[in-house]
């Protein structure tokens, strides 16, 4: 027997690549043949991606990006067939993965600090969900995005929440209820993502808008973003209060305090994060 005969199968690639540029997490996924469709593996893998982020004080922004034409068609569909052969039709375990995607979804609103997309290409379902779920988003020209459920026979409600609550209704009920894609352009005019540059550089143009949140007291970040989530579901009177309560806190924040006391020195602040 030949060495080449005896020498065992490669191993899978992973499913997500995770790298550090600089103060960056920036998570990868990887299954371009799956059109990174979001198994239960791959929610697994994200979700304790963020909440190892969470905890690593070298990182201050995440980014997540892609490999392959897509960024990512959204569940596994599949997969999820599969359990149709289980004796509740597969019911449970329907429950099981939309309750590990929402989990994870909300883990990236409240991750202490910011989550950037960057979309190189067609993002539908929960695969839309994802983009509307992260903080910011940068597209590529050639990016398009849809929640084509509908289409199916399954209406994307899960990926409707997140999608809601970043376009106006008017908009969201279309993408909804026609399953149509949208371009990247029309996706920056509705709100769904912040930019839009040249096909091929999206996923350094993320990097370098969450490098630029970066250079930000991480406390200051960290208490602006939670503060922007809860305040957005309550009501005016109550949103106001809320945020008063956190503007005094953060006033007495030691990094409000440099900060401001640069500002009128005319110098660059050095942050201590707290």
């Not at 290409?121 to 695969?127: D, H, P, R, V």
């Not at 459920?149 to 999608?163: E, H, K, Q, R, W």
Request: a neutral charge; hydrophobic letters at 45%.
């Amino acid at each position: 027997m030949s060495v080449q005969a005896a020498r065992a199968p490669s191993p899978p690639p992973p499913i997500l690549l995770r790298e550090i540029v600089d103060s960056i997490a920036v998570l990868t996924l990887n299954r371009p043949a799956a059109r990174n469709s979001l198994s239960e593996a791959m929610i697994g893998q994200l979700h304790a991606s963020l909440n190892a982020i969470a905890e690593d004080k070298r990182i201050r922004a995440a980014v997540i990006a892609a490999n392959g034409p897509a960024f990512s068609a959204g569940h596994d569909m599949k997969e999820l067939t599969a359990r149709r052969t289980d004796p509740d039709r597969g019911r449970a375990y329907f429950a099981q993965v939309m309750t590990a995607c929402s989990a994870m979804m909300q883990a990236i609103v409240r991750l202490p600090k910011p989550v950037v997309a960057a979309v190189q290409g067609i993002a539908t379902a929960a695969g839309c969900q994802l983009v509307a779920s992260c903080d910011l988003a940068v597209a590529s020209e050639a990016a398009s995005f849809a929640t084509p459920g509908v289409d199916i026979g399954l209406f994307c409600s899960t990926p409707m929440v997140a999608l809601s609550r970043n376009v106006p209704r008017k908009q969201a009920m279309e993408m909804l209820l026609t399953g149509e894609p949208i371009p990247a352009a029309r996706a920056r005019e509705i709100g769904l993502v912040n930019r839009v540059v040249a096909a091929g550089t999206e996923r350094d143009a993320a990097i370098a808008l969450a490098q630029q949140v970066a250079l930000k007291s991480a406390y200051t970040v960290k208490l602006g973003k939670e503060a922007f989530y809860r305040q957005a579901e309550m009501s005016l009177a109550e949103a106001y209060r809320y945020a008063a309560e956190v503007m005094t806190e953060n006033m007495m924040a030691r990094d409000a305090e440099e900060g401001i006391g640069a500002f009128i020195e005319k110098r660059t602040p050095t942050w201590k994060d707290e």
